[in-house]
């Protein structure tokens, strides 16, 4: 008795782990729904941009500090190469794609109500070193798949003192130049400084004002920015260099900003005291620009286990009928997720012999591959 409630507990465990993510990703269809349904009355214009990013304050803490001599190791050079991310840009909704993590790549839609953002991991991490009895983390396999949603009504990464930002630093530097614009046209908006360490080292309440400047359209890209603190002090600029016109919009073809902060703590006595330095300077332009009607995105949303099921059983049972004349595969198992594709396996009986099916795809459903094999059964001979 006590095996079959345990038996019992789990089940329930299972099924509500399921319900949760078929939740899950029937918001994400529904937000993904309402995007390509706005998508299919505007024109939207496709482009890649690179941007570099130069961390003052860490290469002068690096540096200062002896921190990579210390440990026996050559400085990385700050010649660092500029990341290319791309982005499809309508007037209430906008995509991104880039290596925006170090071992996978994001997509992120903003749909007009929520921000979706789809990974996928593309390369192992080294597993840190045990220092302590804690366990510490291990890194995902390649080809694993997450998504999640964050609601947001204007598709702003920013958020106050105490709460983490949307996205990193290059992710919000793209915002800001090519994205922002249905943020800087809602009432009572919030800007914030991108790079969000000064939550940790700005002695400030985290209200800002800014001047902002943006183009004459409808889309609405900044063309300057300053922010200042609640003492007038300025802590982030902006600037557009060269800007081209495509649908009526304005865009930046060349951009660039800095971030200011204070300076690392000093003994007491010293003229540097309360000083206010360079953060990180960053730039960017437009590589290539296009035209388009309809965004070219696509869903590409993973499917749910019980989604794929059904799309394998169908792919299995309309191979079946082409090659055998029956349908038999039905109510199988649910499919595994392995390196980024579906894998369902199932054999069923049909007349005097079985029909085994394996069928893979991707995991939102793309790129199918269907193998039956018919597996002929022997009927047992009685004695008389």
């Not at 982005?87 to 925006?100: A, H, I, K, R």
């Not at 070193?129 to 510490?136: D, L």
């Not at 400030?204 to 943006?214: E, M, R």
């Not at 594709?341 to 795809?361: I, S």
Request: aromatic fraction near 10%; hydrophobic fraction near 35%.
């Amino acid at each position: 008795m006590k095996s079959h409630t345990g038996q019992m507990e789990g089940n329930v465990t299972e099924n509500r782990t399921m319900l949760a993510n078929g939740m899950i990703c029937l918001l994400v269809a529904y937000f993904w729904l309402l995007f390509t349904c706005s998508a299919a009355a505007e024109r939207f214009v496709e482009l890649n941009a690179e941007i570099e990013i130069n961390d003052w304050s860490y290469w002068i803490f690096e540096d200062t500090k002896g921190i990579v001599s210390r440990n026996g190791e050559r400085p990385k050079s700050i010649f660092g190469r500029s990341t290319t991310t791309r982005f499809v840009v309508g007037t209430n909704s906008w995509m991104m794609e880039g290596d925006f993590y170090k071992n996978a790549k994001a997509t992120r839609w903003f749909t007009g109500t929520n921000i979706i953002e789809r990974s996928i991991i593309t390369a192992l991490l080294p597993n840190p070193p045990r220092i302590t009895n804690f366990p510490v983390g291990i890194s995902p396999p390649v080809g694993e798949e997450h998504t999640k949603v964050q609601e947001s009504a204007d598709g702003n990464p920013g958020r106050p003192v105490r709460v983490s930002d949307l996205f990193e630093l290059q992710g919000k530097i793209g915002w800001l130049a090519f994205c922002s614009g249905p943020a800087l046209k809602r009432s009572g908006r919030e800007v914030f400084p991108l790079d969000d360490l000064w939550k940790e080292r700005c002695l400030c309440s985290g209200v800002f004002t800014d001047k902002t400047a943006v183009f004459d359209d409808s889309l609405g890209l900044p063309k300057s920015m300053e922010i200042f603190t609640e003492t007038g002090r300025l802590i982030f600029q902006y600037q557009v260099r060269q800007s081209t016109n495509v649908l009526g919009w304005n865009f930046p073809v060349e951009f660039y900003m800095v971030q200011y902060g204070p300076g690392p703590v000093q003994p007491p006595g010293s003229s540097r005291t309360n000083s206010w330095e360079v953060h990180f300077t960053a730039k960017g332009r437009i590589t290539n620009v296009n035209v388009r009607e309809q965004p070219s995105i696509r869903a590409e949303l993973p499917l749910t286990p019980i989604q794929a099921r059904e799309l394998a059983q169908s792919l299995a049972n309309d191979k079946a009928q082409t090659a055998y004349n029956c349908r038999p595969f039905r109510s199988g198992s649910l499919p595994e997720l392995v390196q980024g594709r579906w894998l369902w396996h199932d054999r069923r009986g049909y007349a005097r012999y079985d029909v085994e099916a394996t069928v893979t795809f991707a995991a939102n459903g793309a790129n199918p591959d269907v193998h039956l094999v018919p597996i002929y059964t022997i009927p047992l001979l009685h004695e008389r």
